[in-house]
């Protein structure tokens, strides 16, 4: 049954999504919401509207958002009922979008409606794509001065996240843009190590989740200990730790415990090669007490820039 919303004089169509179009969605997704896929202004999303006996918290918004952006390949925008203004910030600093017909709240891609802008809350750290973004550029190759077409052939990202996450940079004060006619050309304030340690306040761990299996026919790329192991003088562990993106997870979740490993991440490994790249595994091993381990990641760190 289709639904109009409306927010502040804005009038949304939404159509619900054929069910054949929602074969191969994890069960959760489909017991928690209903889906319905909407067209504003030239751009297409697809709308989750969440069931009134079910509840999430914005982190496991955070863990669906991610998830059905992949399922779909379009961005997701919740219909949500109304919150109060600590939990829209919240989503916010998510990077979640949301309808709230209610009361006519909106936080979308391309359009923040009425006076509700004043919701909008600027980035408090990084999102995956603008991460992952940072993490690239600083190990592998500069996107320092390239305009978002440029970028989004660098990087396994739709062209709408690209702009996403060079907006995200823009506001939590790592870059800017310079505008010719209609090309937006991005560039990072700082350079090496200098900008590494500038985004150290708004960098998140790249982890989403942990699965352990007893065997694992999957393939994925060395990450953990092992992988520190690798870059430094740090003895293997013999628990494999494997990652993945967050578009290859197995259905099941796993065991409590196994031989195996499996961290799945919040981007894409960086890289192409069968170790995560320095940085990302540095956040992914920050919560490690062992002093050892920190050490390692210390040296593994400044031998990025040794040569500068």
Known sequence: MKMRVDIDGNILDLSPVEKTRLKGLWAEAKWTFDYYECSFGGRDFIVPSLKQEKEVTPLQLEHYSYRLESFFSKPIVFLLPETPRYQRVRYAERGLFYLMPDKGYARLPFLYAGKKMSDRTRAKRLTPAAQYLLLSHLQFESLDGKNLSEINSLVPQSYLTVSRAVTTLEEVGLGFSDRFGKTKVFHFKFIGKDL?????????????????????????????INALAHYSHLNPEEMQTLVLDRNLVPEDNGLEDGRYRIEVWKYPPIGGGPWVDRLSLALSLQENKDERVQKEIEIMINAIWSTE
């Open 196 to 224: 590494w340690e500038k985004a150290q306040p708004y960098l998140v761990s790249p982890i989403l989740t942990v699965r352990y299996y007893d065997a694992f026919d999957g393939s994925g790329i060395i990450g953990g």
